[in-house]
């Protein structure tokens, strides 16, 4: 029987992807292992998905490879989707420790699992972050030299070279997806989109970063959720993955956006001053993942942010 360990199931992205795919595949078991810091809620996860019977939970900190081998004993997983992380940059900034701690040393700890325990495919979601920032023009492409710019970027590709070397070193079948900036359902609200819609919901004022000119390039869940399936279940091992949304925009455009839609006036911006060494841009060139395997984005940014709204909406 396939068993597939997913790691931080209960944040932002990994809930998305359980709530679809553990209804998708009842033939599969998915067990969540996730510390529940403050990203993670297992009630982000749909109801439905938490009361199969092929969905197993337990609460376990990836740093602790002791605890982590009595779960992969219970259940003799098969693969696993390494989606845990510490993810914020601000807080990097202000703990880098933890962040390399969580995301080099506890990805190496499941790297280690997976050997010992002869497990088949490993598949580890980074960012395009570790690339650093691009100029105004071009793209980020696979090839792209990795030069991140914070403690947080730093540990990603940390966690995302070490996979690579183990597959050099030990034949580990792997796969990386590289993706651009994420929105949509149970995002935590320190995050740009949530942080922004919360506060314009209340008539607050919305602290935008310097003159909010740095330009990200956005993806709605969903359709993460969906090209992470399909490079697990079908790209070749070692394969590596740009994953865009073909959406982008200023962070300054992204709040007028939200005010516009919310219909709130924009006398709410309040420009602060900007974060260390904040990357200008972000863009990603994903016609790899097209060309091999036929996969582009779904959803557009207008009906992307609408569903976004009304979910933030009904909280």
Not at 27 to 46: C, P, R
Not at 169 to 175: C, I, R, V
Not at 224 to 239: K, L, P, Q
Request: hydrophobic content about 35%; glycine content about 6%.
């Amino acid at each position: 029987m396939q068993t597939i360990i997913i790691t931080w199931g209960a944040g932002f992205i990994g809930s998305n992807f359980l709530s679809k795919y553990v209804l998708a595949f009842p033939e599969i078991q998915f067990v969540n292992i996730d510390m529940l810091t403050y990203a993670g809620n297992i009630e982000k996860i749909d109801l439905a998905a938490r009361n199969a019977p092929n969905y197993h939970f337990e609460q376990v900190d990836i740093r602790d490879i002791d605890t982590l081998r009595t779960v992969y004993v219970k259940y003799s997983p098969t693969d696993i989707i390494h989606f845990a992380a510490e993810s914020h940059v601000d807080n990097s900034i202000r703990n880098p420790r933890l962040f390399t701690e969580v995301n080099v040393l506890g990805t190496q700890n499941l790297l280690d699992l997976h050997r010992e325990f002869g497990l088949k495919r490993f598949h580890y979601i980074s960012t395009d972050e570790v690339y650093g920032d691009i100029p105004d023009s071009g793209y980020f492409t696979e090839d792209t030299h990795i030069e991140p710019s914070s403690p947080y970027s730093a540990s990603k590709a940390g966690g995302d070279i070490l996979v690579q070397a183990y597959g050099r070193t030990f034949g580990l079948d792997y796969t990386i997806t590289r993706c651009s900036n994420n929105y949509g359902a149970n995002q935590n609200n320190i995050s740009l989109i949530p942080l922004f819609i919360s506060k314009i919901q209340k008539g607050e004022k919305v602290p935008l970063y310097g003159d909010g000119s740095n330009i990200r390039d956005w993806l709605y869940v969903e359709d993460h959720c969906d090209v992470i399936w399909e490079v697990f279940t079908r790209a070749n091992t070692g394969s590596i993955y740009n994953v865009g949304g073909n959406n982008e925009y200023t962070n300054l455009e992204i709040t007028k956006i939200l005010l516009q839609v919310m219909w709130k006036s924009e006398d709410l911006i309040s420009f602060v001053p900007d974060r260390a060494w904040h990357d200008k841009r972000y863009a990603i060139d994903a016609s790899k993942l097209k060309r091999e395997l036929g996969w582009g984005p779904k959803v557009d940014f207008p009906e992307g942010i609408a569903r976004t709204i009304w979910f933030y909406n009904q909280q």
